[in-house]
């Protein structure tokens, strides 16, 4: 991303065809027209850990948003191979890396480093009999609730915030929004910042399963796939939200996209334009999802069981 823009290339390294007027949807960061460095509005730096790329975008005000297509906030992205039959190592690695940003994003929302009198909720959110929608709930049941064990004196001896977790489901199942279910649990858990997780959709084939995106400005569930529901963050839940998302499908658009790019072909006719259109209807996975699913989920939960176990930050 850094530095990556070229008027030689076909398309940026974040997966956009510049040439093209239209482009398919994307809930991540990385792939706005404008993230890097310079942008008015905005700053940016990467640095690199255990062997993964890192990259923040802080977008500070209006002008940042209008250049980068982004509400203000910051956003990290994590840079990944796709997460898969990974090695332990690399595991803990990756795990590690989270539960230092999310605990870093953790202090700056509450004003002050997370400790035993804190309350997190951890809402994975999404569908979990579909299996590239399951990213939030199957990380929301790997994660160790404690809020139910003892009281500040107990979760302070053994260096743990008070955590509890639900999985809302979505509208079609439940017929209520998921914003107003893990707002109405926030109030009764008197949570002091909530943890939404959430499967994502990428506009490149090259980002599933391979980019971990963390923001402090909250999400709007099903936004990537073109659903018009409410969002889940400080306005509508009450206490601070941090997002974290790893995109699991793409629009079948991206497809033709992506093999347009490759034969060499940057612009597109009107009628291949509304074909394009149609095409956002219909949304793509890979072929072994179920197996990368479970891998990221086991692993935000450990990211997020570090982030807020003090001992093992």
Known sequence: MKNSHSNSRTSDSNGQYPNA?????TDLACESSRAWEHVPGTTYREWEKYGFRIAQLQVLDQ???QHTGQSR?????????VIRYWE???????AA???ALLRDYARRALGAEPGADTKVLIAGL???FITADAVGPRTADKISVTSHMA???FFDSVGCCSISAIHPGVKGQTGIEAAAIVQSTAAATAADIVIAIDALAARSTTRLAATIQITDTGIRPGSGIGSRLQGISRDTIGCPVIAIGVPTVVNSATLIYDALEKAGETRTSKQLQDVLQE????????RDSDVIVEEVASLLSKGINKAFFAHWA
């Open 21 to 25: 007027p239209y482009s398919p949807r």
């Open 63 to 65: 002008e940042g948003e």
């Open 73 to 81: 906030g910051r956003y990290t992205t994590v840079y990944c191979p």
């Open 88 to 94: 332990e190592e690399q595991i803990e690695q990756a």
């Open 97 to 99: 890396i989270l539960g």
């Open 126 to 128: 999404g569908n979990r």
């Open 151 to 153: 009281k500040a004196d």
């Open 279 to 286: 095409g956002e209807n219909f949304f793509v996975s890979p």
